[in-house]
C-alpha cells in the first residue's frame, strides 16, 4: 500500500507499548510489551517477537512522556523482518477523541 493509500499520516515513533492479545473466542492468549514502529491517527505499527493473527482484537497501552492511552486495536497485517522480529501493522477501534488528541500532544503531525 503506497502512502497515499493510507487513511492517515503515519510518524516514526519509538514509544513502549503494553499489549493483551485475545484469540478468536475472545480469550487473552498473549500479554506483553512491544515497541512503536510508528503511529497515526487510525492506528500503530509495533515491533515485536511474537507473531500475531491478522484480526486479532488487541487491547493496547502506550506510554507517552506522561500520559497513557488505553484503547483497542484490531491486527491488520503481520510482516516478518527477521527470525526474531515481526512488525505488525493495528488499528484503532473505539478510540475517543480524547486519547486522539493525547497522541497528538506528542505528534501532532497525525491530525494533517
Given amino acids: ?3 497515499q493509500d493510507r487513511k492517515s499520516n503515519r510518524l516514526e515513533s519509538e514509544q513502549f507499548i503494553s499489549y493483551r492479545l485475545y484469540d478468536s473466542e475472545d480469550r487473552v492468549c498473549d ?3 512491544a515497541k512503536t514502529v510508528n503511529i497515526s491517527r487510525s492506528g500503530v505499527a509495533v515491533e515485536n517477537r511474537t507473531q500475531f ?3 486479532a482484537k488487541v487491547e493496547l497501552t502506550i ?3 506522561e500520559d ?3 484503547t483497542e486495536g484490531v ?3 503481520v510482516d516478518k523482518k527477521d527470525n526474531e522480529t515481526f512488525h505488525i501493522g493495528i488499528e484503532f477501534v473505539n478510540i475517543s477523541e480524547n486519547e486522539i488528541k493525547q497522541l497528538a500532544d506528542i505528534y501532532p503531525e497525525i491530525l494533517d
Fill in 1 to 3: 500500500m503506497s502512502s
Fill in 75 to 77: 491486527v491488520r497485517n
Fill in 63 to 65: 506510554a507517552l512522556t
Fill in 31 to 33: 500479554e506483553g510489551m
Fill in 68 to 70: 497513557l492511552v488505553k
Fill in 53 to 55: 493473527e491478522v484480526g
